[in-house]
């Protein structure tokens, strides 16, 4: 059993390692959903993300799966949806026992098992596994999943920040060319000075009246 876990966690280490290789969301789910399947053998992987304007879950990483990118799914449907809605794991060895089980790509499948996606407390997606075997999945399973799903979000977490810096850098740049913009189509001469008296910007205006280029000035 310590042999056993001491692999477990080096693979998931591994894995962990994958997921922050990018910094794109959707190219995150893929890679994830491609390395759980290859690493821990199982059938079919899907990581869906939860779009909070729809009430959706879109399914952006998949493996195995070539029929459905992008494929929707309301969060009321399904045993990934259960996990989506209630923020629990869902075990289905036999998904023809499950009520409020359907499929649309996968009627081979036997054994679900469904993990949740959680930032801040909040769920954000599922990971899902299925299998062509009845009773394909233990603890082990969700266990390894859980441990997964956790590093998952926190990559997820680090690209949302990251997604958010870009977004604020491009505004302020948006809002820098604009005022440099304004600047230097006034009539008037205007100069900006640093606290120890260097010229640090200045506009057409101003080179027209002092008689030299910007180049000059500058400093």
Known sequence: RVRERTAELTLLGDLSKRFTSTLDLD???GVAAESIRAALGYYKVSIAYLDEASGELVWNGLSNYPE???FRQKVEKGLIGRAAKTGQVVLANDVSAEP???TVYSPETRSELCVPLKLDGEVVGV???E???LGAFDENDVRALETLAEQLAATMKIVRLFELAKES???LRHSEDKYRHIIDAAADAIVSID????IVELNRA?????????SELMG
Not at 195 to 198: M, N, V
Not at 206 to 214: C, L, S, T, V
């Open 27 to 29: 190219e995150l789910a």
């Open 68 to 70: 459905a990118p992008g």
């Open 100 to 102: 409020d089980y359907f």
């Open 127 to 129: 990971i899902n596994v």
């Open 131 to 133: 299998s062509q075997r």
């Open 169 to 171: 850098e491009a505004a």
């Open 195 to 198: 606290g120890q008296g260097s």
């Open 206 to 214: 101003a080179e027209e009246m002092f008689g030299y280029a910007k």
